[in-house]
C-alpha cells in the first residue's frame, strides 16, 4: 500500500509539474475596454537538440510554430474583439520588433503584479499601433524545444536504469521505474499592449511539457492563458 501511494504522489506531482501558468498580470484595464484588437505576427524560437552538446535553433520549425499560432489566434478572434492585423514588411523594421517584443516580455515576466503598469512599450510598437490609428495590440511569444529520437532514447535508457537501481535499494519509496525526462517543451506568453497609456494591459504566460509544433498544445495554452481575462 506504501508503494502504491508513493507512486500516485509522485506521478500527480508529474502531471501537475507539465503545465504551469504564471499569475495574471494586469493594468487598471478590463478585457471589456480591450476593442478593435490588433495582431502582431508571433515571435517563436524552437530549438532542436540533438544531444547534450548540439542544440540547434531551427527557423524551420519557428516558422511552423508562428503559423499554427496565427491560426489559432483567428479561431479566438471573436472572443477577443480581434479586428485586424499588424504586418512588419521591412527586415530590419522587423527584427527589431522581434527584439523589443522578446525584451519586453522578459521584463514583465519578472515584476510584480503591482507595478506591470510601470513597464513602458518601446518607441517602435507604439508607433506602429498608433500609425493605424489604434490602441490595442496583441502579442505572442513562444518559446521551446523538441529533443530528437537519438537523444530521447539515450536519456530513456540511463533514466531507466538509474530509477529502476532506485527503485531496488528503496524498496519503491522514491521513484516508480522506467520514469524518463519530458521529450518536448512549450513556453507560451500572450501580451496585451496598450499605446493609449502606453504600457501593457495584460500579461500571462503558460508552460507545458508538449511540443511546440503541436496546434493541440498549442491551442490548449491560448485557452488556459486568456481564462480569468476574458473567459
Not at 517563436?44 to 530549438?47: A, G, H, I, L
Not at 500579461?203 to 511540443?211: C, H
Given at each position: 500500500m506504501k508503494t502504491i501511494s508513493s507512486l500516485l504522489l509522485v506521478i500527480l506531482a508529474l502531471i501537475l509539474d507539465s503545465c504551469s501558468t504564471t499569475d495574471l498580470l494586469t493594468s487598471d484595464v478590463k478585457s471589456t475596454d480591450v476593442i478593435d484588437l490588433q495582431y502582431f505576427e508571433p515571435v517563436?524560437?524552437?530549438?532542436l537538440i540533438y544531444d547534450e552538446n548540439t542544440k540547434i535553433l531551427s527557423d524551420s520549425l519557428s516558422d511552423v510554430s508562428k503559423q499554427l499560432l496565427n491560426e489559432i489566434v483567428q479561431e479566438f478572434?471573436?472572443?477577443?474583439?480581434?479586428?485586424?492585423?499588424?504586418?512588419v514588411t521591412n527586415n530590419t523594421i522587423k527584427q527589431r520588433l522581434d527584439k523589443d517584443v522578446e525584451k519586453l516580455v522578459m521584463t514583465a515576466n519578472d515584476i510584480k503584479h503591482s507595478s506591470i503598469s510601470g513597464i513602458r512599450i518601446t518607441p517602435l510598437i507604439d508607433s506602429l499601433l498608433e500609425s493605424n490609428n489604434k490602441r490595442f495590440g496583441l502579442i505572442t511569444v513562444e518559446s521551446g524545444y523538441i529533443k530528437t529520437d537519438p537523444y530521447y532514447a539515450k536519456q530513456i535508457f540511463a533514466g531507466t536504469f538509474l530509477n529502476i537501481m532506485t527503485w531496488f535499494i528503496f524498496a519503491g519509496s522514491t521513484y516508480p521505474p522506467y520514469y524518463h525526462p519530458n521529450k518536448c517543451y512549450s513556453e507560451l506568453y500572450v501580451m496585451i499592449v496598450d499605446?493609449?497609456?502606453?504600457?501593457?494591459?495584460?500579461?500571462?504566460?503558460?508552460?507545458?511539457?508538449?511540443?511546440?509544433?503541436?496546434?493541440r498544445v498549442l491551442r490548449h495554452q491560448f485557452n488556459e492563458i486568456l481564462k480569468g481575462y476574458y473567459f
Open positions: 517563436s524560437d524552437v530549438t478572434k471573436d472572443k477577443i474583439s480581434l479586428t485586424g492585423s499588424i504586418i499605446a493609449g497609456e502606453g504600457n501593457i494591459a495584460f500579461l500571462k504566460k503558460n508552460v507545458i511539457s508538449g511540443s511546440p509544433t503541436d496546434k
